[in-house]
């Protein structure tokens, strides 16, 4: 697994060890970034199960400003912390090891994100409850975009947000959702 282009490109990255985590395989990663390529730019990002954090760091390298990133995992959170260190992308980096009820309720109204990586584990069902907490909390800014990652396709009904892309990779499905820049906050 590495970060493939950017500032860090090439940075190999580790990756927690178990079956908890299970990072974004590189082709997946790869067509998901060319689905945003020209939205990362300066924004703020949300990697609320980080994992190993690929997605958050591949966005830093990209060009976005910061990145959150938040785990459960203490084993998790410290290789994001490496990852963070090895693609000399820490500085940018708010890490937390916390579960992501508790990050959201912490958070509420203190900062909005413009891109959101929801890729919590499989078969767990947390990708909607998640984006419904993050809107009521007031964490997602206008025209944010919510990549959604699952085992399956997820239909999801919140009001205020627009599908701008299913797509399949074998097993996985991504949607990617943007917020409606019409919607009152």
């Known amino acids: 697994m590495r970060i493939i282009t950017g500032s860090a490109r ?4 580790e990756t927690p060890e178990g079956l908890d985590t ?24 949300l990697d609320l199960f980080g994992g190993s954090g690929q997605l958050g760091l ?5 060009g976005a400003w910061k990145a959150t990133f938040v785990d459960a995992s ?22 937390l090891n916390t ?18 990586f929801l890729d919590p584990p499989y078969a767990s069902e947390l990708v909607q409850d998640a984006l419904e907490r993050l809107v009521r909390a007031d964490l997602v800014s206008k025209g944010a975009l919510v990549v959604c990652e699952s085992d399956r396709k997820e239909e999801f009904s919140l009001e205020g947000f627009t599908v701008k892309r299913h797509a399949n990779y074998g097993k996985i499905y991504i949607t990617l959702l943007e917020r409606n820049c019409s919607e009152e906050f």
């Open 74 to 95: 203490k084993e998790a959170v410290e290789t994001i912390k490496t990852n963070a260190k090895k693609t000399k992308l820490f500085d940018r980096c708010v890490i």
């Open 22 to 45: 299970r990072p974004t395989a590189e082709r997946v990663k790869e067509a998901l970034f060319s689905m945003i390529q020209f939205e990362i730019d300066g924004k703020r990002v």
């Open 99 to 116: 579960d992501y009820k508790a990050f959201i309720r912490g958070a509420a109204g203190k900062e909005r994100f413009d891109i959101i």
């Open 10 to 13: 090439g940075t190999r990255l």
């Open 58 to 62: 591949e966005a830093l390298s990209r």
